[in-house]
C-alpha cells in the first residue's frame, strides 16, 4: 500500500485492516502492542494519539512506519 493510500484511508482504516488480517481483536492488539482496548480502539477512529502509540502499534502489527517530508 503506497502512502497516498494510507492518507486517502486514514491512518485508523489501515490499523483496522492490519489488525484483522492478524486475526485479533482490539483487546489483542492492545496486549500485544502493551496499550489498552480503548487506545486502540481511539486509534481505528482516527483520533488524535501519539507517534509512541502509533510505533507500539505498528511494531506489534508487524508494520513500518516511514515519515516524508514534502519535496
Do not use: C, Y
Amino acid at each position: 500500500m503506497s502512502m497516498g493510500e494510507a492518507e486517502q484511508q486514514g491512518f485508523g482504516d489501515v490499523i483496522r485492516e492490519a489488525r484483522k488480517k492478524q486475526g485479533w481483536s482490539q483487546a489483542e492488539l492492545g496486549e500485544k502492542s502493551g496499550l489498552s482496548r480503548p487506545t486502540i480502539a481511539r486509534v481505528e477512529t482516527n483520533h488524535d494519539v501519539s507517534t509512541a502509540t502509533i510505533a507500539k502499534i505498528a511494531q506489534a502489527l508487524g508494520l513500518t512506519l516511514e515519515l516524508k517530508g514534502s519535496a
